[in-house]
C-alpha cells in the first residue's frame, strides 16, 4: 500500500510563493495519474492541476501562468509551484497519485493534506 506525505505548505503573502511536494513511502514503477487538489473554506474539493503518464500538464483556469505541476518518478515525489498567490488560492491542498509499485502492483493514493494560507 502506497502513503502520500505532503510538505511545503504554510502561511504567505500575497505575491508571494510556495512550493508543495508530495513523497510516496514505497518506490514506484510507473505513474498512471498524478494531481493536486485543493478544499477552500466552505467549498468542495477541486482540481487545481494534474498532469497523465504522458507528461502533459493541465490546469483549471484559476491557476493558469501560475502554478506548475512536477514530478519526479526516480525519488517518488511529484511537486506543485506556485506563483503569484493570492487570498483565493487558501485551502487545503491534496496531492493524488495512481501508478504502479515495482512489485507491479496498482495503487490509488491520496495525502492527508497541508494548509496553504494566503494573506492580503
Known amino acids: 500500500q502506497v502513503h502520500l506525505e505532503e510538505s511545503g505548505g504554510g502561511l504567505v503573502q500575497a505575491g508571494g510563493s510556495l512550493r508543495l511536494s508530495c513523497a510516496a513511502s514505497?518506490?514506484?514503477?510507473?505513474?498512471?495519474?498524478m494531481g493536486w487538489y485543493r478544499e477552500a473554506p466552505g467549498k468542495q474539493r477541486e482540481l487545481a492541476a494534474t498532469m497523465s503518464s504522458g507528461n502533459t500538464p493541465d490546469y483549471a483556469d484559476s491557476v493558469k501562468g501560475r502554478f506548475i505541476i512536477s514530478r519526479d518518478a526516480a525519488n517518488h515525489r511529484i511537486s506543485l509551484r506556485m506563483n503569484n498567490l493570492s487570498p483565493e488560492d487558501t485551502g487545503v491542498y491534496y496531492c493524488?497519485?495512481?501508478?504502479?509499485?515495482?512489485?507491479?502492483?496498482?495503487?490509488?493514493?491520496w495525502g492527508q493534506g497541508v494548509q496553504v494560507t494566503v494573506s492580503t
Open positions: 514505497a518506490p514506484i514503477f510507473r505513474i498512471e495519474r
Open positions: 493524488y497519485l495512481a501508478g504502479l509499485t515495482r512489485q507491479l502492483r496498482g495503487f490509488d493514493a
